[in-house]
């Protein structure tokens, strides 16, 4: 159970006691203490039924130290969690003192003191259910996860293929390019490669197929203003910014503070030389403003259930997970709202005055933040003299076939292609695609930290939208 955060009393007292430990004993309490931070974000999320970042994406934030240890930690403890549960009520040590306890950062001492009656409880709790060790109470609660190619991308600003793939032999990881998406190469399952120094210098970034298609859909031209509507952790802004040349204007747009800080981190470890990070709501942005007049390409990657990842998101070591749950999560209230926002800034992207090239994807694979969504904003896009376009006409999965031009759109499966993606790409009829035109015509731009947003919508879509939904637009939380 993760602990209350410590007092600063708590703080210098326990310091001072590391200070005297060797280096091992140190880097184990450090990650103690980084898995007590991630473990009490996931549950409170989990508990509150909130968009959580997932478990992985908290790791592997920059502020963790020690990603390896504190992961390995949050996993094992996230598993015995029913366990630890059961333990903590038979002993009843969770008394009145307990938050005094925690308060003051006691809590390890408190364990250790009453190691005896703990040990005794589960003892107690494997007699009772018939095993002899905990590995064996451990089998019921886990779900076992498919082992699956792991992918990773190349940062064509740094660095070409051939010497990645000599880089990594070297060290005896063997990759292979992948056959469809450019400058993606597939490894062995289980390889960690997030401490690796082509990683730690932005050479390589650790994305997805699936996610990887999204930015080479778009094919936006070198020159072009593109925006990146809900940019963070940036992994397709640095794609984008990649298949630029670092030429043109990306703005990368950010609603969530914390994540816009893992947003400049990977445009700064990308070498991208052409994003501006704004921090905004998308929805709030005026599509007049002469800072987004210009834009040619719109990516929306918006906030979404996450139900395409929730494997590779370890979803099933949470709490709340319940094997089977799918049909009933698609239609939940949770999802109906993040459809209804999903719609919202898919209008509001199509209105931007020169906008010719807008992609959508979600790592969700319910209909009703994919296929529903674009059914909805047809009518309005086609007004705008918008067409749906298939983005990698040789991919074998489309979309369901829910409306007419629905086999325009991707999905990829969560089974067969590790992750669950939806795509779909709008392309303005009359717009003339002009390659290399106009790139002067960039003006400069200013990084802007605090982006003080204009409450306007274009007109028309938020008409659209006050048709479609009766929800309204509530916030989503990440
Ligand atoms: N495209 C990103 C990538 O590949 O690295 C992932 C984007 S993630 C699915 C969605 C992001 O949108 C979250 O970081 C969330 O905070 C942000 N977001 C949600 N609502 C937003 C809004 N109204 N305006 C801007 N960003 C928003």
Redesign the pocket.
């Known amino acids: 159970m993760a602990p209350p955060p410590p007092t600063k009393k708590g703080n210098v007292a326990r310091n001072h006691r590391i200070s005297s430990r060797n280096g091992a004993e140190r880097s184990a309490y450090f990650a103690r203490r980084e898995a007590a931070g991630v473990l009490r974000r996931v549950l409170q999320d989990d508990a509150a039924r909130r968009a959580t970042a997932s478990i992985k994406s908290l790791v592997y934030s920059p502020s963790v130290r020690n990603k390896k240890a504190t992961f390995a930690l949050v996993c094992q403890t996230l598993k015995c969690l029913p366990i630890i549960k059961d333990v903590l009520v038979a002993t009843q040590i969770l008394n009145s003192k307990w938050k005094e306890i925690a308060m003051a950062g006691a809590v390890e001492k408190f364990l250790t003191l009453h190691k005896n009656k703990l040990e005794y409880a589960l003892a107690k709790i494997c007699a009772r259910r018939k095993v002899k060790k905990i590995e064996d109470l451990l089998q019921n609660n886990c779900v076992p996860v498919a082992s699956k190619p792991r992918y990773i991308r190349i940062n064509t600003l740094k660095v070409d293929a051939e010497v990645v793939m000599q880089e990594l032999g070297k060290t005896n990881i063997m990759v292979s390019r992948d056959d469809i998406i450019p400058d993606v190469l597939s490894l062995a399952s289980g390889l960690d490669l997030h401490d690796h120094p082509l990683v730690r210098n932005g050479s390589i970034l650790l994305q997805g197929k699936a996610?990887s298609m999204v930015a080479v859909a778009l094919n936006p031209i070198p020159g072009w203003k593109v925006l990146?509507?809900?940019?963070?952790?940036?992994?397709?802004?640095a794609h984008l910014a990649a298949l630029m040349k670092g030429q043109g204007k990306i703005i990368a747009?950010?609603?969530?503070e914390d994540?816009l800080k893992t947003l400049e981190e990977t445009i700064r470890r990308s070498g991208a030389p052409n994003v501006d990070v704004v921090h905004?709501?998308?929805?709030d942005i005026n599509t007049r403003d002469p800072l987004f007049k210009e834009v040619r390409a719109i990516l929306l990657?918006?906030?979404?259930s996450g139900s395409g990842i929730s494997a590779e998101r370890l979803d099933h070591l949470l709490p709340s997970y319940e094997k089977g749950e799918d049909a009933a999560a698609c239609k939940s209230d949770r999802v109906k709202k993040l459809a209804a926002?999903q719609t919202k800034?898919l209008l509001h992207a199509l209105s931007f005055p020169a906008v010719e090239r807008v992609v959508y994807s979600t790592?969700s694979v319910y209909q009703t933040e994919n296929e529903d969504v674009i059914k909805s904003v047809l009518p309005f896009a086609k007004s705008l003299n918008f067409e749906l376009v298939t983005p990698f006409p040789q991919w074998p999965h489309r979309g369901l076939p829910v409306f007419e031009g629905a086999e325009h759109l991707l999905r990829t499966d969560p089974k067969e292609d590790t992750e669950g993606f939806f795509i779909a790409l709008f392309v303005k009829k009359s717009g003339k695609t002009n390659r290399g035109s106009r790139l002067s015509s960039a003006k400069k731009l200013t990084r802007q930290k605090r982006y003080t947003p204009y409450p306007f919508c274009k007109l028309s879509a938020f008409w659209f939208h006050k048709r479609l939904t009766k929800q309204g637009s509530k916030?989503?939380k990440?």
């Open positions: 996610s990146d509507a809900c940019a963070a952790p940036g992994n397709k802004t747009c950010e609603l969530n994540r905004c709501d998308f929805l990657d918006p906030s979404c926002f800034a790592c916030k989503i990440h």
